[in-house]
């Protein structure tokens, strides 16, 4: 039984993300290719859920289908109760735009624009005032330690700094759940630590949760729940904080 019903306190729903009965395949007939077999997980609010397994198991795809990238084969989401299934396009980029922050392993900034713009990109796109989207992009770039760097372009920024501004600009709208796909690959040691660290501090609260994909043995100890996925399934989930008490 990979789920279980237990209410997050203060709220209705159970579960930041409910997975049921997932599947998404790509190409057709012969050249079809079964990426994720059946796909059953609730991720909890307040914890940091780490996805792990071998590259190519299905875990960029998983989180894609979970934050609405891509539209599953079969099954359906549930991000906050509401079912991405049923959703028009137009309102699940809305939906995706008020409630779900991204952040890529390599960072896709806009080399152009300084650290205060890049974050600030999310609140333009939704129509922000430009001066208002920069002064909070500037309030979250303090949050992550990168006050002083605010107008740097990429270019002058290291890569743990570069990713702290990615997850600045993931963080912008204040997003309930936020999805990272390897955001500690293309670091060092100390540096993909401080991701961790600061993604922990920032977006682990009680109504909110996180998911990272990792497959960076250094960062299992941030995890919450340890999801091992192979092959397109979800083979194991481990809880070492609580086994641990
Ligand atoms: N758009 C696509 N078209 C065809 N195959 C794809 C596509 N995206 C991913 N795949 C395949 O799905 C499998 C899982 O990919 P992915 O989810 O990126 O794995 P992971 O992130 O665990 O490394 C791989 O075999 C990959 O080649
Ligand atoms: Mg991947």
């Known amino acids: ?5 237990q209410p997050v306190l203060g709220s209705s729903i159970a579960f930041a993300v409910r997975c049921d009965g997932l599947t998404k395949s790509f190409g057709e007939a012969e ?3 079964q990426v994720l077999r059946g796909i059953d997980l609730g991720v909890r609010f307040g914890e940091m859920t780490l996805l792990v397994g071998p590259s190519g198991c299905g875990k960029t795809t998983l989180i894609s289908v979970i934050a609405g990238l891509l539209n599953p ?5 549930q991000i906050l109760g ?6 028009r396009t137009w309102r699940k980029t809305q939906f995706r735009s ?17 650290s205060a713009e890049n974050a600030a990109v999310p609140l333009i796109i939704a ?6 989207a920069v002064a909070k992009a500037t309030e979250v770039l303090r949050s992550v330690g990168m006050g002083d760097k605010v107008n740097s372009l990429p270019s002058q920024l290291s890569g743990g ?8 600009r993931a963080l912008v709208h204040e997003p309930r759940l936020l999805v990272c796909d390897e955001p500690t690959a293309a670091l060092d040691a100390k540096s993909g630590q401080t991701v ?4 922990k501090a920032v977006a682990c609260r009680p109504d909110r949760a996180v998911i990272v994909v990792t497959h960076d043995s250094r960062v299992f100890h941030f995890g919450d729940r340890i999801v091992g996925m192979s092959d397109g399934r979800i083979e194991s989930i481990e809880e070492p904080k609580r086994s641990e008490s």
């Open 1 to 5: 039984m990979l789920l279980d019903q």
């Open 31 to 33: 050249t079809k290719v």
């Open 73 to 77: 084969s079969d099954g359906d989401v």
């Open 82 to 87: 509401e079912s991405l299934a049923g959703m």
């Open 98 to 114: 008020k409630n779900i922050g991204f952040v890529f392993q390599q960072y896709n900034l806009l080399p152009a624009l300084t």
């Open 127 to 132: 129509g922000q005032p430009r001066h208002h």
């Open 161 to 168: 700094q570069q990713q702290r501004v990615a997850i600045a």
């Open 196 to 199: 961790m660290e600061l993604l």
